[in-house]
Each structure stands twice: as structure tokens, then as C-alpha cells.
């Protein structure tokens, strides 16, 4: 599960997500990505797994490619606990010497990761983007405190316009998420991201091109705000069916919220708009 959803800007009860997964011996893991490690950390709340998308706020330029994969101390015990479903951690690996994953004092899942996975597909990478990164980790906390304080002041001017029917912000004390985010993100801050509806496709697609300082870009958490209509790029794929069930309408514009003057922004928008 999300963390925070995309785009849909939702924050599940993670407390409870996990709850139920240990009642029924289920791994859980949650993608990170949006709140980022600067504002939630799903171990502290029972997660087993955590994942992020480095290419996302990580990174914070959109020049990287990258994940990170992160596990709670003492899935052994678990996988033990629940061998009938999870027997790959448990029994020998007959393509590794029969290594019996378990048996080692090492971080469990990601080891088979490493040893299997990463083995059989090849991902690896390059130094050069590592280092990118390296880098980039260094202002994550800085850089999200802006992205999710700019991304407020955009959500209250969005939720304020006459021709934005809807806006997909926790931050606002108005949206149905916002105790979630109290509860589970420091400061009760929901990072960059933005979704709103207008008043139908043609008029999302007016907007989209009419603006000048977003760029038109499907990636996220860049330094520069961007742009999106999700459901003919990101969402494209899915039929009318999916994309209803998936909470992703025709008349959706996403934003990744930037490091620029919000001031800038909310003009922006406002001539886009208009």
C-alpha cells in the first residue's frame, strides 16, 4: 500500500492495515514514496517493508533512477511463524547452494532480493547515479518541508477558485485525510502533491496547456513544479471500468508541487485558469 496515494492523494489507516495483516500472517509493504522518510517512517507503526522510488523526492531533479528497499528487524521470526506462506525464505534455495535464507543474521528479504532477484534480472545502479543521490539526500528535509509547505498555500487557492470543483490536498483542514495526516506525518505536513477536478476534459486539457511555469511532466517531486492529466498519460491504459475504481476521472489535473515562490505558482494557476 501507499503511504500517500497517486493521484488520488489519499492516506490509508495504516494502524489498522496492520493490524489486520499480522492477525492474518501477511507481509506488509508500503511505498514510501510521496511522504518520504522526512515525514513518515511506516516501520515505527508495525511495517514490515518499506520501498521508495529514489527517482521521486529522493532524488529531487528528476535526473536518477533509483529505489530503496528497507525491512524491519526480526522478519526471520515472522517468515518462520508463517513458513506455509512465505516457504522461499525458509527452505533451501537449490540455484544458491541451498541456502536457507532464515539461517542468516542478515536483513531477510532483502538478501533474497540481492541474491535472486537482482541476480536473475541484472538491475544495478550505475555509480554515477548513486552518487546522485548521495547528494540529493542531504536537503531531502529541507526540500520537502518546502514542497509540502508551497503545496498548501496551492491547495487553499485551488480550493478557493469557482472553477475548481474539488481539490485532493490532506493538508487542508477540509479534506477527508487530514486527521490521517495529523496522525501519521510529522507536522502534520502531506508533501507535494495535488490533485483537483474541473469541470470537464476539455476544460483540464485548456488548463494543462495554458500554463507556463509547470512543466508538462509525469514524474514527481522535482524541484520544478509539473503539470499532469493522469488519465490519458500515467493512467492511459486503463479502461473507463479501472480508472472509476482506481479514483481517476477524466477532469483530474495533478500537480507536483516545486520549490518555487508559492506566489509565483498560485499566478500561474490563476492565468492558467482564467
Known amino acids: 500500500f501507499e503511504s500517500l496515494s497517486n493521484p488520488q492523494i489519499a492516506i490509508p489507516d495504516v494502524e489498522k492495515v496492520v493490524e489486520i495483516a499480522k492477525k492474518h500472517g501477511v507481509l506488509t509493504i508500503c511505498d514510501n514514496t510521496v511522504a518520504s522518510a522526512t515525514l513518515f517512517n511506516p516501520i515505527k507503526w508495525g511495517v514490515d517493508v518499506v520501498v521508495h522510488s529514489?527517482?521521486?523526492?529522493?532524488?529531487?531533479?528528476?535526473?536518477?533512477?533509483?529505489?530503496?528497499?528497507?525491512e524491519r528487524d526480526?522478519?526471520?521470526?515472522?517468515?518462520?511463524?508463517?513458513?506455509?506462506?512465505?516457504?522461499?525464505?525458509?527452505?533451501?534455495?537449490?540455484?544458491y547452494h541451498g541456502l536457507v535464507y532464515t539461517d542468516?543474521?542478515?536483513?531477510?528479504?532483502?538478501?533474497?532480493?540481492?541474491?535472486?532477484?537482482?541476480?536473475?534480472?541484472?538491475?544495478?545502479?550505475?555509480?554515477?547515479?548513486?552518487?546522485?543521490?548521495?547528494?540529493?539526500?542531504?536537503?531531502?528535509?529541507?526540500?520537502?518541508?518546502?514542497?509540502?509547505?508551497?503545496?498548501?498555500?496551492?491547495?487553499?487557492?485551488?480550493?478557493?477558485?469557482?472553477?475548481?470543483?474539488?481539490?485532493n490536498y490532506p493538508g487542508l483542514e477540509s479534506n477527508k485525510y487530514y486527521a490521517k495526516a495529523q496522525k501519521y506525518f510529522k507536522?502534520?505536513?502531506?508533501?507535494?502533491?495535488?490533485?483537483?477536478?474541473?469541470?470537464s476534459f476539455e476544460e483540464a486539457r485548456r488548463i494543462i496547456d495554458s500554463a507556463k511555469l509547470f512543466s508538462v511532466v509525469v514524474n514527481i517531486g522535482d524541484s520544478k513544479s509539473l503539470i499532469v492529466h493522469p488519465a490519458s498519460t500515467t493512467h492511459s491504459q486503463m479502461s473507463p471500468e479501472e480508472l472509476a475504481k482506481a479514483g481517476v476521472n477524466p477532469v483530474t489535473i495533478r500537480l507536483s508541487i516545486g520549490l518555487e515562490n508559492p506566489i509565483d505558482l498560485i499566478e500561474d494557476l490563476t492565468q492558467a485558469l482564467n
Not at 529514489?54 to 528497507?70: A, E, F, H, P, W
Not at 546522485?132 to 487557492?157: C, M, P, W, Y
Open 104 to 167: 542468516v543474521p542478515l536483513p531477510n528479504f532483502c538478501l533474497r532480493i540481492r541474491l535472486s532477484l537482482l541476480r536473475d534480472i541484472g538491475a544495478a545502479q550505475s555509480p554515477h547515479n548513486s552518487w546522485l543521490l548521495i547528494q540529493t539526500l542531504e536537503t531531502l528535509g529541507l526540500r520537502v518541508d518546502r514542497h509540502s509547505d508551497n503545496a498548501l498555500e496551492v491547495a487553499k487557492f485551488l480550493e478557493s477558485h469557482p472553477k475548481v470543483k474539488s481539490v
Open 187 to 199: 507536522g502534520g505536513k502531506a508533501s507535494g502533491l495535488i490533485s483537483f477536478d474541473v469541470e
Open 74 to 95: 526480526g522478519l526471520a521470526e515472522f517468515f518462520k511463524a508463517n513458513e506455509n506462506r512465505y516457504s522461499y525464505f525458509t527452505t533451501p534455495d537449490v540455484s
Open 54 to 70: 529514489t527517482s521521486k523526492y529522493t532524488n529531487g531533479q528528476g535526473t536518477t533512477i533509483g529505489g530503496i528497499i528497507v
